[in-house]
């Protein structure tokens, strides 16, 4: 390993609480493998300097840090232990092709996360080659750019550099490293793994860790672990109902895949609705729909079980007593949910109060949606910006009717409701169709004009003018039709 001390021009500040604070079970200190060529081809200057790097400063001796070549100062690169369940099936885990470079202290004084993803084979990595090939990367960045760009929480992408060395998936594919910054990388999956694989002891060192880290206010608490729970479910019930307004499907929702901090991670094959559907699937091997846009609540609460299941020991002596507790807990998600639900949808229809019959009122224009295949994204801009919404017919105005006269019963205009609904409606998302055509520029044709005008798009998902019209149109039935993105990530 090779120690950069270009430090301080660059403003690295690391700390490494997670090997400090946890027992090694949690991790393995692992050193992330040489790469031929490096070459950065996207850095994420905004992100660089809100944690505190210089994007000015970049040179080769840094670029060779986001390739796995060199480790800046402070750096212990380790890899994370975890289990999780995937598709229903518990399995044993861990970071195959991720390493962590460690903790970013920012201006602010918040800690992230800063990891390296696709950087060589791990003791996790089971036979994989632990590395990345380039459009799943790039995927990545655009996803969590845009997902960030909706506020929507997320984990976010740093920098891409290209190694220069090949790998082999579907297709054979130029290869790549992705950096990226989260909360912390804390799973559903890290608690399982400290369940099954360790004792009482571990499930508590962890949990007093996320706590530390995500609820410090908990951290004196006597009832402590309980009220860590419920705030996790809390922010899980809120990412889910935020993912569902905006139409968002992450596509392989396992246990692994779930963060504490209540961050979206790990995108694979996940994607946006075009038109409405709630039974839509975009990944390749999610064959029984368990992951489809409409189940993801369903299925946030069946993870949530999981984790609360570890936490049995630390709840209660009485293993009786913890376990009605946390069903107790268990139940008040899918309210939690529901009222995050509404309170998004009020929000996407520009009303402040809630009233009765509010939840008919949404779920009539769903289903008129449903019904009719319009587009989601659009036909919500549409309600915002006064015009028709593609596909109208008499029922949906009337609906029209009904609901501007919710809006004038709360003692504001419509024009004042949609205002503040063009603030909650984006006019882009990134549109599978785009994603694909921008993807497949880069990697087949070494072109990266779409992608950069795609994420530009992307970044002011608001703002509703200057936009490409391509960028806003739905996709040809012939795409939807039989769009799936595949796991070959
Ligand atoms: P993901 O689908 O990215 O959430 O990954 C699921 C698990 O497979 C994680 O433990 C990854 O580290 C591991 N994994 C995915 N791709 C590779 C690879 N190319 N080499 C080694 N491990 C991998
Ligand atoms: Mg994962």
Request: glycine share 8%.
């Amino acid at each position: 390993m090779t120690i950069t001390e270009r430090n301080s021009a660059f403003g690295w500040h690391l700390e490494q609480s997670y090997i400090k604070e946890l027992p090694e079970l949690f991790y393995r200190i692992t050193d992330a493998q040489q790469v031929q060529n490096p070459e950065l081809l996207l850095f994420n200057d905004t992100l660089a300097k809100e944690i505190g790097l210089d994007p000015d400063q970049l040179d080769a001796s840094i670029t060779a840090i986001f390739a796995g070549n060199a480790f800046p100062k402070g750096a212990l690169p380790f890899s994370q232990a975890y289990a999780g369940h995937q598709f229903g099936n518990f399995t044993m885990l861990g970071d195959g092709r991720a390493v962590m470079i460690g903790e970013q202290i920012t201006p602010a004084g918040k800690r992230v996360d800063l990891q390296l993803k696709g950087s060589g084979i791990t003791e996790f990595s089971r036979g994989g080659d632990g590395r990345a090939a380039l459009g799943p990367m790039l995927r990545e960045y655009l996803i969590s750019e845009a997902l960030h760009a909706l506020g929507i929480p997320a984990n976010r992408a740093l920098a891409i550099v290209t190694t220069g060395s090949p790998v082999y998936r579907q297709t054979i594919q130029p290869g790549a490293v992705l950096t990226r910054v989260a909360d912390s990388h804390l799973r559903v999956g890290t608690f399982q793994y400290a369940a099954q694989f360790g004792s009482d002891d571990d499930v508590r060192s962890l949990a007093d860790y996320a706590i530390r880290r995500h609820d410090p206010d908990l951290a004196e608490e006597p009832d402590r672990y309980h009220r860590f729970l419920k705030r996790v479910m809390d922010r899980q019930a809120k990412l889910m109902a935020d993912w569902l307004h905006i139409g968002f499907i992450h596509g392989v929702m396992n246990t692994d895949n779930m963060t504490i901090s209540g961050e979206s991670i790990d995108f694979g094959p996940c994607a946006f609705l075009d038109h409405y559907d709630p039974a839509t699937v975009f990944s390749s091997i999610d064959r029984e729909g368990r992951y489809a846009y409409g189940n993801q609540p369903y299925i946030a609460s069946w993870n949530l079980a999981r984790l609360a299941e570890t936490l049995i020991p630390l709840i209660h002596d009485d293993q009786d007593e913890a376990i009605a507790i946390l069903q107790e807990d268990m139940k008040a998600f899918a309210e939690l949910y529901q009222s995050y639900w509404l309170d998004g949808m009020r929000r996407k229809l520009g009303l402040k109060e809630s009233k009765d019959g509010d939840s008919t009122l949404f779920t009539e224009l769903l289903q008129w949606m449903e019904e009719n295949k319009a587009d989601f994204t659009n036909t919500f801009r549409s309600l915002s910006d006064g015009s028709v919404p593609d596909q109208a017919d008499g029922r949906l105005n009337d609906w029209i009717t009904r609901w501007q006269e919710r809006i004038k019963s709360e003692g504001r205009s419509v024009v004042e409701a949609q205002t503040m609904m063009r603030t909650v409606n984006p006019a882009v998302i990134p549109r599978n169709h785009l994603v694909e055509e921008a993807l497949d520029q880069a990697v087949q044709k070494d072109d990266l004009t779409l992608f950069h005008e795609l994420l530009a798009a992307v970044r002011q998902p608001y703002e509703g003018t200057g936009i490409p019209p391509r960028f806003t149109e739905p996709p040809s039935k012939r795409f939807t039709d039989g769009y799936q993105t595949f796991c070959g990530t």
